[in-house]
């Protein structure tokens, strides 16, 4: 049973950064792909980011084109999620999974973190 921990939310000011970490525990990390999603108050819950499992591929939604960076750490069992230039558009539960076959969709994630809430203040 895979377990994933989510640290390095908080309150940001706009146009500030934030950098995410989720650490892994009980499987094989570099045998799934990471993704981050989030959720806003009111809203679904949306992809973010992905990163294949040896690092090689990502992808972004167009929100965090330019602003964010998905990368992770094999030996660490630990995906990042850099993000910059922050907006309010940002506040959000931000989420981190572990698919064994997934990309973009949460239905694709087999392993979810509890999530840490990111709070931008304009």
């Known amino acids: 049973q895979v377990q994933l921990v989510e640290s390095g939310g908080g309150l940001v000011q706009a146009g500030g950064s934030l950098r995410l970490a989720c650490s892994s525990s009980?499987?094989?990390?570099?045998?799934?792909?990471m993704g981050w999603f989030r959720q806003a108050p009111g809203k679904e819950r949306e992809f973010v980011a992905v990163?294949?499992?040896?690092?090689?591929?990502?992808f972004y939604a167009d929100s965090g084109k330019g602003r964010f960076t998905i990368s992770r750490d094999n030996p660490k069992n630990t995906v990042y999620l850099q993000m910059n230039d922050l907006t309010s558009e940002d506040t959000a539960v931000y989420y981190c999974?572990?698919?064994?076959?997934?990309?973009?969709?949460?239905?694709?994630?087999?392993?979810w973190g509890q999530g840490t809430q990111v709070t931008v203040s304009s």
């Open positions: 999974a572990a698919g064994r076959v997934a990309w973009t969709l949460s239905s694709q994630y087999d392993y």
């Open positions: 009980g499987g094989t990390f570099g045998s799934y792909t």
């Open positions: 990163i294949s499992r040896n690092g090689g591929g990502t």
